[in-house]
């Protein structure tokens, strides 16, 4: 079964389990070629440590070589061994002073790329944020992702217990720092906790405190995330809008059409390289998770921080609100679609079109016309169901002819307790595709003057 199946089957269980599903581009919120600073540092904390811990590094001592094959005569790295200072604990308990194990990976190449090895090694005075796993007795840093920049000041935990809440505290204090790398790896670490406490918040909504206390939290990276917006450096200021869809706080649309417009070559590689240590950064990388951002957001239900409950749609309709409330999605992809990076990019265009074919806005209906024609078979498919949805507002997962064209016949079929398979349904829009978009097309040709001037509501919901 291929990526794209797999995918969206998992968010047929998930999420939209009546709704017209079709092979969907995997999802994470981040694209997988990052800029090198990237670590979701609640998953870190949750899943991939034992112990997390604010350090001071004292002192750092070569341990041993590390003996193994390496192709190519590629040297292998030192084992190093860190003296270090406990600041304070996130998450478990640890003496006062600890050795931290880790490779220097700056000792010839051992197949780790910058975005992997840089950021995993421990020099003497720094002061970070360390996720460290217990390995016979020694505690290891991993080679990927486990170190976060902070303020080296002390910084109160005052917002709760929790590892999440004592990071979110650390990040809050990062968006005030001088230092460029620790802002910026701040602002797009409040992103992933908000994402994280969201998640976090309905399972707590018996737990009155620790709600109040999230909800705080939230509100306190909100206000974080407007002001580091505006920041003279481009790459904090757009990982700050991205970061804000994470929050469930609108940034407008003016600051990420910017960032969809912005040529590689308007960017200064060297002073990336002298601000954040990355050689080969890449604009792409953020404008690509700028709309798998939007994309993964669309996919979550937004959740009232008063008092944890799902915030249904606003229109009356049925489900959930999907989205960011306060932000025009139809008028930010309407431009979006004719931004020339997007044209060019097939996986910036399945972002757009599957948060198109998840919000169904009747004012949208004009981009999935635009869709019906695009070199992509999963992004025409994506359109021809946002059409189905929206225009027949068909919840049914068959796809018949006979159920495609009448809603009351779709309607009756989903009635039935019966499902094709997801395989079945593709190969029938595969065997008749052609069908299905000329039916579109001649639908836009009779109903495309009711477009011409759509009205907005709330929102910008229908």
Request: glycine share 8%; hydrophobic share 40%; proline share 5%.
């Given at each position: 079964?291929?990526?794209?199946?797999?995918?969206?089957?998992?968010?047929?269980?998930?999420?939209?389990?009546?709704?017209?599903?079709?092979?969907?581009?995997?999802?994470?919120?981040?694209?997988?070629?990052?800029?090198?600073?990237?670590?979701?540092?609640?998953?870190?904390?949750?899943?991939?440590?034992?112990?997390?811990?604010?350090?001071?590094?004292?002192?750092?001592?070569?341990?041993?070589?590390?003996?193994?094959?390496?192709?190519?005569?590629?040297?292998?790295?030192?084992?190093?061994?860190?003296?270090?200072?406990?600041?304070?604990?996130?998450?478990?308990?640890c003496k006062r002073a600890i050795d931290i194990e880790f490779h220097d990976q700056k000792r010839g190449?051992?197949?780790?790329?910058?975005?992997?090895?840089?950021?995993?090694?421990?020099?003497?005075?720094?002061?970070?944020?360390?996720?460290?796993?217990?390995?016979?007795?020694?505690?290891?840093?991993?080679?990927?992702?486990?170190?976060?920049?902070?303020?080296?000041?002390?910084?109160?935990?005052?917002?709760?217990?929790?590892?999440?809440?004592?990071?979110?505290?650390?990040?809050?204090?990062?968006c005030d720092s001088t230092n460029e790398m620790v802002q910026l790896q701040a602002v797009e670490e409040l992103g992933?906790?908000?994402?994280?406490?969201?998640?976090?918040?309905?399972p707590f909504k018996g737990d009155k405190e620790l709600l109040e206390r999230i909800a705080f939290g939230l509100g306190r990276a909100k206000e974080a995330l407007r002001k580091t917006r505006n920041s003279e450096d481009p790459v904090i200021r757009n990982m700050s809008?991205?970061?804000?869809?994470?929050?469930?706080?609108?940034?407008?649309?003016?600051g990420p059409l910017e960032l969809l417009r912005v040529k590689p070559s308007d960017f200064d590689k060297d002073d990336s390289l002298k601000k954040y240590g990355i050689r080969d950064f890449r604009v792409s990388a953020l404008q690509l998770k700028l709309l798998e951002t939007m994309d993964a957001t669309t996919r979550r239900a937004v959740v009232d921080l008063k008092n944890g409950s799902v915030i249904r749609r606003e229109d009356g309709g049925p489900g959930i609100y999907r989205g960011v409330r306060g932000f025009d999605y139809a008028e930010f992809y309407r431009q979006a679609l004719d931004c020339e990076v997007v044209r060019k990019n097939q996986q910036m265009r399945s972002a757009i079109?599957?948060?198109?074919?998840?919000?169904?806005?009747?004012?949208?209906?004009?981009?999935?016309?635009?869709?019906?024609?695009d070199r992509s078979r999963h992004i025409r498919s994506t359109a021809v169901s946002a059409l189905r949805k929206c225009i027949n507002s068909d919840s049914s997962n068959s796809w018949q002819r006979r159920h495609f064209y009448d809603p009351d016949a779709?309607?009756?079929?989903?009635?039935?307790?019966f499902e094709k398979e997801l395989e079945d349904r593709l190969k029938d829009y595969r065997d008749n595709e052609q069908e299905y978009i000329l039916y579109w097309k001649q639908w836009w040709q009779k109903h495309r003057i009711e477009f011409e001037t759509p009205e907005k509501t709330n929102n910008g919901i229908d």
């Open positions: 079964m291929n990526r794209d199946v797999v995918s969206h089957t998992t968010l047929l269980l998930v999420t939209f389990g009546l709704s017209l599903f079709l092979p969907s581009q995997k999802s994470l919120g981040y694209p997988a070629w990052t800029n090198g600073w990237h670590l979701d540092c609640p998953l870190q904390a949750g899943s991939n440590a034992d112990l997390v811990c604010k350090i001071q590094v004292l002192s750092t001592r070569r341990a041993e070589i590390i003996k193994r094959y390496l192709p190519g005569g590629q040297t292998d790295p030192y084992r190093m061994s860190a003296k270090s200072k406990v600041l304070s604990v996130i998450k478990g308990q190449s051992s197949g780790f790329g910058p975005s992997q090895g840089r950021g995993t090694e421990l020099t003497k005075g720094e002061v970070c944020v360390v996720f460290l796993k217990r390995h016979q007795g020694r505690y290891v840093l991993n080679r990927i992702r486990s170190k976060l920049r902070v303020q080296p000041r002390a910084v109160d935990y005052d917002l709760g217990d929790t590892p999440n809440l004592r990071l979110l505290a650390e990040m809050l204090a990062g992933y906790l908000s994402k994280a406490m969201f998640r976090e918040l309905r809008i991205t970061s804000s869809f994470w929050v469930d706080d609108s940034p407008g649309i003016a079109a599957n948060v198109i074919w998840i919000r169904y806005e009747k004012r949208s209906v004009p981009e999935m016309i635009k869709l019906l024609d779709a309607r009756e079929y989903m009635r039935s307790g």
